[in-house]
C-alpha cells in the first residue's frame, strides 16, 4: 500500500530564513508524482510544487525547491526567505496515474516576524 | 468562478439525520475525488469519479456514505444517518483526467458538525 509519512507536526522559521519540511513515502508504482500542498486558514488546497518521479533534477518554484531522493524515498519541501503569508499547513502527497491522491498527516508551520 | 465550489459551505446537523454535499467541478475536468479531512489529520481519500462512473469507491467508510456524479459535471456525497465521528471537512477536487497524474484542483470544503 502506498504511504506518505511526515514526521514533523509542527515547524517554525524567522521571517527571511530557510526552512526544510521532510516527507517520505513508500509506494509499488514505478511511474508516480509527489506533490506539496499549502493549507491556509481558509481550508483552500493550494499545490505548491510537484515532481515526476522520472525526472533526476529537483523541481523549482520560486521561493520553493525540493529535495527529492528517489532510492531513499524522500521528498523534502525547502522554503527560502520565509514570507508571513507562507504560514500555513503543508501537506506531502503521492498520486499515479489518474487515481486518488495519498497524503501525510501535514506540518504546521509558523512564521516568527 | 473557474474554480471547484462546494456547498454548504458548513453544515450543522443532528446524529440520525442524512446529509447532502455537493460539488462542481472546474468545466471540462472529467476526474472527480471527494477527500475527507478529520480535525488536525490529513486528507482521506473517499472515491474517485472518471465521468459518471466510479472505478475507485474504496475510501467510503461505510454504507452510509454513497455518492453519484451526473451529466460529467456536478457530484454529490450523500451520508445517511450520519454519527458523530462523521464530523470533518468535506474537500472535492476535480482534474482534466487524461494520460498521466494531472494536478488536482480543490474546492474549499464542506464543515460538517454533527450533533
Known amino acids: 500500500a502506498q504511504t506518505v509519512t511526515q514526521s514533523q507536526p509542527e515547524m517554525s522559521v524567522q521571517e527571511a530564513e530557510t526552512v526544510t519540511l521532510s516527507c517520505t513515502y513508500d509506494?509499488?508504482?514505478?511511474?508516480?508524482?509527489l506533490f506539496w500542498y499549502k493549507q491556509p486558514p481558509s481550508r483552500q488546497m493550494i499545490l505548491v510544487i510537484r515532481?515526476?518521479?522520472?525526472?533526476?533534477q529537483n523541481a523549482t518554484e520560486n521561493r520553493f525547491s525540493v529535495n527529492f531522493q528517489k532510492a531513499a524515498k524522500s521528498f523534502s519541501l525547502k522554503i527560502s526567505d520565509s514570507q508571513l503569508g507562507d504560514a500555513a499547513m503543508y501537506f506531502c502527497?503521492?498520486?499515479?496515474?489518474?487515481?486518488?491522491?495519498?497524503f501525510g498527516q501535514g506540518t504546521r508551520l509558523t512564521i516568527n516576524p | 468562478g473557474a474554480g471547484v465550489s462546494q456547498s454548504p459551505s458548513n453544515k450543522v446537523t443532528e446524529k440520525g439525520k442524512d446529509v447532502e454535499l455537493r460539488c462542481d467541478p472546474i468545466s471540462g475536468h472529467t476526474a472527480l475525488y471527494w477527500y475527507r479531512q478529520r480535525l488536525g489529520q490529513g486528507l482521506e481519500f473517499l472515491i474517485y469519479?472518471?465521468?459518471?462512473?466510479?472505478?475507485?469507491k474504496s475510501g467510503l467508510p461505510s454504507d452510509r456514505f454513497s455518492a453519484e456524479r451526473t451529466g460529467e459535471s456536478v457530484s454529490t456525497l450523500t451520508i445517511q444517518r450520519t454519527q458523530q465521528e462523521d464530523s470533518a471537512v468535506y474537500l472535492c477536487?476535480?482534474?482534466?483526467?487524461?494520460?498521466?497524474?494531472?494536478?488536482?484542483?480543490f474546492g474549499p470544503g464542506t464543515r460538517l458538525t454533527v450533533l
Open positions: 502527497a503521492h498520486g499515479w496515474g489518474a487515481q486518488k491522491l495519498v
Open positions: 515532481q515526476e518521479a522520472y525526472k533526476q
Open positions: 477536487a476535480s482534474s482534466p483526467g487524461g494520460s498521466g497524474h494531472n494536478e488536482q484542483f
Open positions: 509506494t509499488s508504482e514505478s511511474d508516480y508524482y
Open positions: 469519479f472518471q465521468g459518471n462512473s466510479a472505478p475507485d
